[in-house]
């Protein structure tokens, strides 16, 4: 699949090429202006694909505090900032959305800019819409990146 000039990130449906990681943080910084609080993004892919890397542009263009790094561990992490806070969460070892209201974080959701790898089929229900964005890896180093928004479905 080839991506052929300025790729339309307002577009409905969006596919981009993400040669190297700078170009995922990129692609982050841009979504980030088109983000808001209460906005739900749904990060999918292999292991090593981007997630934390786009994750982390989106906390450059949030302006937010603190190393956007893989919250494996900790589950989820709050990052606050100029603009609005941003909630990373690492879905993988997350039952469901149940769990994520568990985590009980010191931010309502509706006021953070909420972005969760590992979250197809997990996390939809927790707003009315959101923006799945699925991460390929290719045989080189590049990352191939589709952008959807989505109406919650149940
Ligand atoms: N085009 C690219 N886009 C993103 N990452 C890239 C790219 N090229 C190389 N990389 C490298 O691939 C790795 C991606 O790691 P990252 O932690 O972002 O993936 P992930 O999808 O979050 O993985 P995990 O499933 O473990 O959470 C980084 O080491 C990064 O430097
Ligand atoms: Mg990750």
Same mark, same amino acid.
């Given at each position: 699949?080839?991506?052929? +000039?300025? !790729? ?36 999918? %892919? $292999? ?11 989106? %906390?450059? %263009? ?11 561990? =900790?589950?989820?992490? !709050?990052?606050?900032?100029?603009? =609005? $806070? ?34 197809? +089929?997990? !996390? ?31």
């Amino acid at each position: 699949m080839t991506t052929a +000039g300025p !790729v339309d990130l307002d577009a409905d449906d969006w596919t981009i090429e993400l040669p190297t990681v700078a170009d995922t943080e990129r692609l982050g910084a841009a979504l980030a202006e088109r983000l808001e609080a209460g906005d739900l993004v749904v990060l999918s %892919g $292999p292991l090593g694909a981007g997630k934390t890397a786009l994750a982390r542009g989106i %906390g450059a %263009g949030l302006q937010v505090d603190g190393p956007v790094t893989s919250p494996t561990f =900790v589950i989820a992490r !709050v990052h606050r900032g100029q603009r =609005v $806070p941003l909630v990373h969460v690492d879905a993988y070892r997350l039952g469901g959305v149940e769990d994520l209201d568990a985590l009980d974080l010191d931010t309502d959701l509706a006021d953070a800019v909420v972005v969760v790898e590992w979250g197809e +089929g997990l !996390v939809e229900r927790l707003a009315d819409q959101h923006l799945l964005v699925r991460l390929e890896r290719r045989d080189d180093e590049s990352r191939i990146a589709n952008g959807r928004w989505r109406e919650r479905t149940a």
